[in-house]
């Protein structure tokens, strides 16, 4: 009995820290738009990523193998490769390039996308998905709110560049969603955080090498002060802590819970748009916050339910 009563403590315990690492993702990564929107209208938005990426990754990696800690077998680092290339380089990679051409709160609206494609993505791997209607619901109506939000962009598809920023951003939403649903699909024997810095350190190498090919690089000690905030702050912040959380928060909850992040950051972005880049906020804005937290309610209610009536029957 005892014993059942501790397991059932450290399941909470768990469970909490969990929720706490999704609330770091919710907020940390809403304030990255704005520093990789800094970073890439001086330094290219890909090498901005690769250097992010690289730096966390080797801290990471360092921390864990002075500890002791052996790479894992070429099976499994494959594995962790896939993610990171996903995750990082592709989905991260594109949206900071994408921020050479659109801005910080678009690109976050974007990313809000993440919740309608990871359900779709589990529907089309798993026939057994145990996401309900009113879930579905919910994300839809959260993503109504973000739409309503930035609808007065809908102006500037006229602009090629910018056309080619929200393609960016939306190729970059789908390879995140993705990887989202097939990290969460593999249960890998290594230490969570040490596979955190190998994602990092390979997705880094990768971005790396394709702006060394491309060109797409410049020397940090001419970025300028700012750049350089930025990217510290990304690395910090936004990979060593945030990202961090969400692999963790990702193993531990369901990917349409955790997706639900997706819709926070928006907000995030244009309370602190609002705040230090003295951008507008209007009636519109806040209607479109109201309605995509009524969607954020929703989603978390059903999957607190979903997650009952599965362990009831288990």
Not at 24 to 50: E, K
Request: hydrophobic share 55%; with cysteine; net charge positive.
């Amino acid at each position: 009995m005892n014993l059942l009563l501790n397991e059932n403590n450290e399941m909470k315990k768990e469970l909490n820290r969990a929720y706490i690492a999704l609330a770091i993702v919710s907020f940390f990564w809403g304030t990255t738009y704005i520093a990789s929107r800094i970073g890439a209208q001086h330094i290219p938005g890909l090498f901005v990523s690769g250097v992010r990426q690289f730096s966390s990754g080797v801290i990471l990696v360092s921390f864990f193998l002075l500890k002791g800690y052996s790479l894992p077998r070429w099976e499994i680092l494959k594995k962790i490769s896939l993610q990171g290339i996903l995750l990082l380089c592709i989905a991260n990679g594109l949206l900071t390039w994408s921020l050479e051409y659109i801005s910080s709160g678009l690109a976050a609206v974007i990313a809000a996308l993440v919740p309608l494609f990871v359900t779709l993505f589990t529907l089309w791997l798993s026939t057994c998905a145990k996401i309900s209607k009113w879930m579905i619901v919910g994300m839809l109506i959260g993503l109504a709110g973000v739409v309503t939000i930035f609808s007065n962009y809908l102006g500037e598809f006229q602009n090629k560049t910018f056309i080619l920023g929200v393609i960016l951003a939306l190729l970059s939403t789908l390879s995140w969603s993705f990887g989202t649903v097939y990290t969460a699909r593999q249960q890998l024997s290594t230490d969570i955080l040490f596979g955190v810095g190998l994602q990092m350190l390979s997705a880094g190498i990768v971005m790396l090498i394709i702006c060394g090919l491309t060109g797409k690089y410049v020397n940090l000690a001419d970025a300028g002060y700012h750049s350089l905030f930025a990217l510290a702050y990304l690395v910090v912040f936004g990979s060593l802590l945030a990202y961090s959380a969400y692999v963790f928060a990702i193993s531990k909850l369901p990917p349409a819970l955790v997706s639900i992040y997706a819709y926070i950051n928006p907000i995030v972005a244009i309370g602190l748009g609002w705040l230090l880049l003295q951008e507008k906020m209007n009636a519109n804005m806040i209607l479109g916050t109201c309605i995509t937290l009524l969607g954020v309610w929703l989603v978390n209610r059903e999957s607190k339910k979903l997650r009952y009536q599965q362990s009831w029957r288990n």
